[in-house]
Each structure stands twice: as structure tokens, then as C-alpha cells.
């Protein structure tokens, strides 16, 4: 028997949820019966598992308020639970309608007239996902649903201080057998993980830079691909002929929604500085309107920072930058309320690369501001960071912003809008640097990571060959 793991409720700080980790024994029989399940899924072609899919869908909806209540109590904020549940049932409709045409295979021509090419794939049999807290749903689910339709069994290991919305889910999962053959949620922390790993042909990895590497280390051990969802610390650049009124509604939404807890939220902004000031002033006028979700979950729009750990970081980055000169205009502290940790929207200036809050993920509503004097010093402050998630480029030229654009090392830009990448799920992406590394999870192209291309080489004539023996003596 695993040791029971205590989970904290974000809101009240108390520990009102137990869960109990699969031995690894168990886990692995878990392993095997998903592998067995895969064989027949497999099998059921496209259109059937799309079937127990939009089945499974039915169910969901069905139960949406159980599942969203859950979510709720694991993360401590409403309005982005309910478009959390929202969004993960529309994925299971946007890869059901994609599936057909992207599991097709191609007959063709080769270079040799008469040998002719038919180009198959075979899906990997057992995925894993590991996930984190911060889109507890979304993010188990983002790889699952594509990996499900293209024919294989998936494990998913969510995280462990966001794990309250696994019985609802399974309670819905269990009413359809086709799927409940294939799919299967587990509870657990990093031991969990680890083990998990040992037992899947494909790993999907959503976390830190720290647990990354030990994920891609794991996977090369083993030999198996591992795509790879890491930390960001995203940059918006505001050139001198932005539109404030839209810049600064769009960092600060980008900046504090989810409470900043969003791997693409933007932490670092970068202002010409002829507008500096009036950039900042209009930022922080901003956030004194948004207000804390506190007492009741309905009064405001900033939740409870939902790990204890990450509030702990949040509260050093902070600490940091105040040590060493910077100038907190708004906010600037985690405070304890109700036994939860609460963060208000924060603009601070006088900040450097030096300080943390500039280089190292702070993942709360932080906005840090600095002037800069030129474009490239601007592209370059943007560029200084291990991470390369995605950025923002604000200005009135469309040629300009593109030209910067070009030259930020982040594998998606919003261009006078921030965090564009989270609300769209057209256009590939791969992360820069150590934001992640693998194909890209956004775009058709997300469906076919688990598969494995294979090409059936077909001769069409009756030659023998090689050629010497056509020589007859
Ligand atoms: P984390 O790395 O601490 O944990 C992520 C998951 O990994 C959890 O389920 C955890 O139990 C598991 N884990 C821990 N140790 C493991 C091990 N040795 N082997 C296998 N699994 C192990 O991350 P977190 O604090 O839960 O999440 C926050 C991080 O996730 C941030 O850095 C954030 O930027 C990142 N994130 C990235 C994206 C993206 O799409 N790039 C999206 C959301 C969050």
C-alpha cells in the first residue's frame, strides 16, 4: 500500500482531500490492461472511437456541474474552471472532426515507376501524460483526446495538488467501456510519475524545466519520445507607436489572468521609453480595478495562488526585486487570507536583469516594467532568458512588429494582443530554448505525434530484380 498523499485546499489552506498512489505493481498491471484494451481500439477504426468519444462527451455534459465543482475546489477559482470544462469539450468535437482526414492513408508514385508507395501509421500503443496544476483538466487532457483518436491506450497522471476533478471525470469515463478499456487516470505525485514512465511507449510531459529533465532523461533511458511542455517567461515589447489603451489591457490581462499562473502568462514588459511613464501609470490605473476573488469566489477577478510552493516563489521574486531597488507600485506582496495565499495584480519598475522577477518564472500576477532605448536593446533584453515560450510585440506598424517578431526567440508572437497562444489553436508551434522540446501539440500536426509513419513499398511488375538476374545465360 502507497502512502496516502493529503491535498491542500487553496482557498481555506486546509488539507480536506486524501489520495491514495497505485504501488507500482499496480500500476503497471493498470499498464497492461490498457495495452491489451489498445489492441481492440485499435482495431475499432477512426469513425468507431469517434463514436465512443462523442459518447463519452454526452456523459460529460451531463455531469459538467460535478466535474466543474471539482475543479473549482482544486484551483479556487470559478470563471476560469467553467471555461476550462468548456474547452475541454470542445477539443473532443475539434480532434473528432479533425481525426478522419488526418488518419487517412496515401497511396502514390515513387522515384521507380514500378514500385509503388503506400504510406501507412501505426499509433504508439501505451501514451503517458503527466500534467500540472495549473489548468488541471485542460492540460491532462490536451494530449489524451488527439492520442485517443489516433488509435492509442492512454495513462494520465495529473498532478497531485490539483487532483479533486479525477473522480468525477472517471465516474464518467466508467459508463463507457470501449473507452474505459483504454483510458485511465491515476493519482499520485512524482513517484507516480517516474514510475508511469516505465511503462509507456511515448511520454507527453507537461511541468518544470527541474522535472523535465528528468522526464527526458527517463524517456532516453528507455528509448521512447518525450514531448516536452515546460516553463515560459514570456516578454511583450510596447514600441513607441503603440496604442496604450490597448497595450496595456492586453498585458494586463495576459499578465493576471489565472492569477499569472499560466506558462505563457506575460512577466516581463519592455517599454520604449519616450511612453514609459504613461505606460505604467495607464497598467497600474488598470489593475486597482480588478479585485480579489476574496471573500466569496464571485468577489473579483484574481483567484487564490493555488500551490503553496509557488507562492513561496512568488513571495522571494518580490523580495528580491525589493532588495535590490525596485519600486512596487500596486500590490507587491502575497498575503495570507482565510488560510489561502492571494497575490493583487502587482506593477513594479526599477527593475533589472538582475533580479529574478526578470529571469526566473514567477507564474503570479507580476508585472514588472522597463524602459528601453533602442529596438535591438529591446530585442535583446527580450532574448536574455533560458525560456522561449512566446512574447508580445506592440506598435502601429504591422511591418515593424513583424520584423521584431522575427527576431524574438519564443515559438509564437501575438502581435498587438498578448497571449494570443493559449485562445488559438490554429498554427504550430515549438518552444525555444528550455520552454520544451518536441513537435508541436497545437495544430493538426499535434494528432500525428502518436503515430509512427510506416511505408508499405509495393512492386507493380512482374521483373525479377536485381538486375543481374534479367541477365539469363
Ligand atoms: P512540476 O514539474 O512540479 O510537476 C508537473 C508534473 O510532474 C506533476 O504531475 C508532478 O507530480 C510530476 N512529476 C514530478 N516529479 C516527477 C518525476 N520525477 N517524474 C515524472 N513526473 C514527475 O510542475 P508544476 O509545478 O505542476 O507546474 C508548473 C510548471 O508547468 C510551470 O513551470 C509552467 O510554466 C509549466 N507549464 C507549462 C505549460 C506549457 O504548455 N508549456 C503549460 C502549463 C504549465
Not at 222 to 229: N, R, V, W
Not at 336 to 365: A, N
Not at 422 to 439: C, D, P, V, Y
Amino acid at each position: 500500500m502507497s502512502k496516502p498523499i493529503e491535498v491542500r485546499n487553496p482557498r481555506t489552506g486546509k488539507f480536506d482531500y486524501v489520495i491514495v498512489p497505485p504501488p507500482p505493481k499496480l500500476l503497471s498491471q493498470q499498464c497492461h490492461r490498457l495495452r491489451r484494451g489498445q489492441i481492440i481500439w485499435q482495431k475499432l477504426g477512426v469513425e468507431g472511437r469517434i463514436t465512443a468519444l462523442k459518447a463519452w462527451k454526452q456523459v460529460i455534459l451531463s455531469e459538467r456541474t460535478l466535474l466543474t465543482e471539482a475543479l473549482v475546489s482544486d484551483t479556487g477559482r470559478l470563471s476560469t474552471s467553467i471555461i476550462e470544462v468548456d474547452s475541454f469539450i470542445s477539443s473532443i468535437d475539434k480532434w473528432c472532426n479533425l481525426a478522419p482526414q488526418l488518419l487517412q492513408g496515401t497511396a502514390k508514385n515513387t522515384s521507380i515507376p514500378f514500385i509503388a508507395l503506400q504510406q501507412t501509421a501505426v499509433p504508439y500503443a501505451l501514451v503517458g501524460v503527466i500534467s500540472p496544476w495549473n489548468f488541471p483538466l485542460l492540460l491532462s487532457t490536451i494530449d489524451t483526446i488527439p492520442a485517443l483518436l489516433a488509435g492509442c491506450a492512454v495513462i494520465v497522471k495529473p498532478s497531485e495538488i490539483t487532483p479533486r476533478f479525477v473522480a468525477p471525470l472517471m465516474t464518467t469515463l466508467n459508463t463507457i467501456p470501449q473507452l474505459r478499456d483504454v483510458l485511465n487516470f491515476v493519482e499520485g505525485a512524482g513517484q507516480t510519475g517516474a514510475d508511469l514512465i516505465e511503462d509507456v511507449d511515448l511520454i507527453c510531459f507537461t511541468g518544470s524545466i527541474e522535472t523535465g529533465h528528468l522526464v527526458a532523461e527517463a524517456a532516453a533511458q528507455k528509448f521512447i519520445p518525450a514531448f516536452l511542455e515546460l516553463g515560459g517567461k514570456d516578454p511583450a515589447i510596447v514600441l513607441e507607436s503603440a496604442d496604450l489603451d490597448l497595450a496595456t489591457s492586453a498585458i494586463l490581462w495576459a499578465s493576471v489572468a489565472n492569477t499569472g499562473q499560466s506558462c505563457s502568462a506575460i512577466e516581463r514588459i519592455y517599454v520604449a521609453e519616450s511612453i514609459f511613464e504613461e505606460f505604467y501609470h495607464q497598467l497600474v490605473t488598470k489593475a486597482h480595478q480588478l479585485k480579489l476573488a476574496y471573500p466569496t469566489i464571485e468577489s473579483g477577478e484574481i483567484g487564490p495562488i493555488i500551490s503553496e510552493k509557488q507562492a513561496a516563489i512568488i513571495n522571494d521574486h518580490l523580495q528580491d526585486a525589493i532588495s535590490k531597488g525596485a519600486v512596487i507600485h500596486c500590490g507587491g506582496k502575497v498575503e495570507e487570507l482565510g488560510g489561502g495565499w492571494w497575490c493583487r495584480p502587482t506593477v513594479i519598475t526599477k527593475v533589472s536583469h538582475s533580479m529574478k522577477i526578470m529571469t526566473e518564472e514567477t507564474f503570479g500576477p507580476i508585472m514588472p516594467v522597463m524602459p528601453f532605448s533602442t529596438i535591438e536593446e529591446a530585442i535583446n533584453l527580450a532574448n536574455d532568458c533560458i525560456y522561449g515560450l512566446s512574447a508580445a510585440v506592440f506598435t502601429q506598424s504591422e511591418e515593424l512588429a513583424i520584423e521584431v517578431a522575427d527576431k524574438i526567440e519564443a515559438g509564437v508572437i501575438s502581435i498587438n494582443d498578448a497571449g494570443l497562444t493559449s485562445l488559438i489553436n490554429e498554427g504550430e508551434r515549438n518552444a525555444f530554448k528550455f520552454s520544451g522540446l518536441g513537435g508541436s501539440r497545437i495544430g493538426t500536426i499535434g494528432l500525428k505525434r502518436f503515430l509512427r509513419k510506416k511505408a508499405l513499398l509495393i512492386k507493380t511488375n512482374s521483373n525479377k530484380d536485381p538486375w543481374w538476374f534479367n541477365d539469363e545465360v
